[in-house]
């Protein structure tokens, strides 16, 4: 980072370049997982959804309404199989919509680990500037002290 006469921080192209490349890249490997969790999260539903079918009977033209229909009785086992798989669907569903919430949570604050959760919280706590979580190399650094920099002159 260079400071001018009127101390504001300047960078070159090549490095906004360089924060910019490897910004997008985090937020798409960011935008993937919370996609992922999403698309679990829909396939078990849509299971859970087959699963709350009821079994229907066709009325005959006259049949009266009070009759009750004929269904196939289901078997201990085959009750039994109905419930596990009903179990695991519903444990899938849970599981996605509680990734969902995570990985949006992490994906909107900018986050791609356990530290940088940890990190990020702490800075909320203390009313703190947040720019970035990204783990930052000395180009990328420049960069955000530039912005920073800018933030405070803007608020001054």
Known sequence: MLLDK????TVSSEDVTHFKDSY???RKI???RFF???IFTLITCRMAMKKMIITKAPLNTFQQNYAIPRIKVQTATGTQKNLASSLLVTTGMTLGIFGMGITGTCWSWDVS???ELKQRLERRAKNEYVVTNMPLDKRNRQVVDALVETQ???CK
């Open 30 to 32: 960011q935008m993937a």
């Open 152 to 154: 405070k002159y803007l």
């Open 6 to 9: 009127n101390d504001r921080a």
């Open 24 to 26: 997008k890249k985090r």
């Open 36 to 38: 992922g969790i999403t």
């Open 113 to 115: 680990s356990f530290q």
